[in-house]
């Protein structure tokens, strides 16, 4: 009888883990193609220009249900080549 309901926290615990990777995973991907979009020419604003990179940044905030107690934050960054600022410096081929 009382492994019910430690079961059921143990559970409830996984499945709130489970939520907040699948939500990470979301996030790089969708920054990953927001780096690469911008990289092709495409306009996406709080883009940080480095030279020959361009870096793309998200976060997340759980904050409602359970979250509400603690509230996670998850962050993403991605960088992809700029071709337009390249120093061409390196080997030409």
Request: include cysteine; charge should be negative.
């Amino acid at each position: 009888m009382i492994g019910l309901p430690i079961l059921t926290a143990v559970m409830g615990v996984a499945i709130l883990g489970m939520q907040a990777g699948v939500t990470q995973m979301r996030l790089d991907d969708q920054v990953a193609l927001q780096a690469r979009y911008v990289s092709l020419g495409g306009q996406l604003e709080g883009v940080i220009r480095d030279g020959s990179v361009l870096c793309v940044e998200a976060e997340h905030v759980f904050d409602r249900g359970l979250w509400a107690l603690d509230p996670l934050v998850l962050r993403s960054r991605s960088c992809a080549l700029n071709p337009e600022g390249s120093s061409g410096d390196g080997p030409e081929g």
